[in-house]
């Protein structure tokens, strides 16, 4: 489920760059994309039964694929389209609040930034995290400031058996550091869904990997 090189892709109808959303998840999952996270939000963002449906057609599409879909600080919806899990950040519902909603067999993953986080979403039995910003990001208007890759190793050191995924401004030329963290995986919107060929980026996040291995 979370074997190293993930490649985690994000990202909501206000990401396509102009495309069509489906047909840009679509060739992700064709890519490799390792887990898929909807995540909807800012203005013009698809809500009520419009985001249930759209919704719905990334479950199937993630389904055909056999890729983990996971909803972004939605349990309702996630429970209405029976998404493979959620996905929250420190500003959302606790942790506790989470798992006990969602129960014990869909995936939680939750944003850290501490290893006092860390700690407060293993308890609550989170089955990933996500750390960032590592870089400068244009696609979260709240981010906090790029922190860089030590919080990664940080977290790693203390809690060795929870995958951590890196986000925040990663692109295949810069992920070296993320993965040297010992990060399992990326968690991307823009590099992926603003690329003219997806799954040769894709293939370059993979390749990134290996880059550091050598
Ligand atoms: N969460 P891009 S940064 C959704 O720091 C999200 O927790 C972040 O998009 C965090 O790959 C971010 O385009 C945006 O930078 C990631």
Same mark, same amino acid.
């Given at each position: 489920?979370?074997?190293?090189?993930?490649?985690?892709?994000?990202?909501?109808?206000?990401?396509?760059?102009?495309?069509?959303?489906?047909?840009?998840?679509?060739?992700?999952?064709?890519?490799?994309?390792?887990?898929?996270?909807?995540?909807?939000?800012?203005?013009?963002?698809?809500?009520?039964?419009?985001?249930?449906?759209?919704?719905?057609?990334?479950?199937?599409?993630?389904?055909?694929?056999?890729?983990?879909?996971?909803?972004?600080?939605?349990?309702?919806?996630?429970?209405?389209?029976?998404?493979?899990?959620?996905?929250?950040?420190?500003?959302?519902?606790?942790?506790?609040?989470?798992?006990?909603?969602?129960?014990?067999?869909?995936?939680?993953?939750?944003?850290?930034?501490?290893?006092?986080?860390?700690?407060?979403?293993?308890?609550?039995?989170?089955?990933?995290?996500?750390?960032?910003?590592?870089? /400068?990001?244009?696609?979260? #208007?709240?981010?906090?400031?790029?922190? %860089?890759?030590?919080? =990664?190793?940080?977290? *790693?050191? &203390? +809690?060795?058996?929870?995958?951590?995924?890196?986000?925040?401004?990663?692109?295949?030329?810069?992920?070296?550091?993320?993965?040297?963290? /010992?990060?399992?995986?990326? #968690?991307?919107?823009?590099?992926?869904? %603003?690329?003219?060929? =997806?799954?040769?980026? *894709?293939? &370059? +996040?993979?390749?990134?990997?290996?880059?550091?291995?050598?």
């Amino acid at each position: 489920m979370f074997n190293k090189p993930s490649v985690y892709f994000i990202m909501g109808t206000q990401n396509a760059s102009g495309k069509d959303p489906l047909k840009v998840l679509e060739e992700a999952l064709k890519g490799g994309i390792t887990h898929f996270q909807l995540r909807e939000k800012g203005t013009g963002a698809l809500q009520g039964q419009d985001l249930v449906e759209f919704a719905e057609k990334c479950q199937e599409l993630c389904t055909q694929y056999q890729i983990p879909f996971l909803i972004n600080d939605d349990v309702d919806l996630a429970l209405a389209v029976g998404a493979d899990g959620i996905h929250i950040g420190q500003e959302d519902m606790d942790c506790d609040q989470a798992r006990a909603l969602i129960g014990k067999e869909k995936m939680l993953g939750v944003s850290v930034h501490s290893l006092e986080e860390a700690r407060v979403a293993i308890d609550a039995g989170a089955d990933y995290f996500g750390m960032g910003p590592v870089y /400068g990001t244009r696609s979260k #208007a709240d981010a906090k400031r790029p922190a %860089g890759t030590a919080g =990664i190793e940080e977290v *790693i050191s &203390h +809690f060795p058996d929870i995958p951590v995924f890196g986000i925040g401004g990663i692109s295949p030329q810069n992920a070296g550091a993320v993965w040297q963290a /010992g990060a399992c995986g990326v #968690a991307v919107i823009s590099a992926l869904s %603003g690329a003219d060929d =997806i799954a040769l980026q *894709i293939a &370059h +996040f993979k390749n990134s990997y290996k880059g550091v291995l050598i």
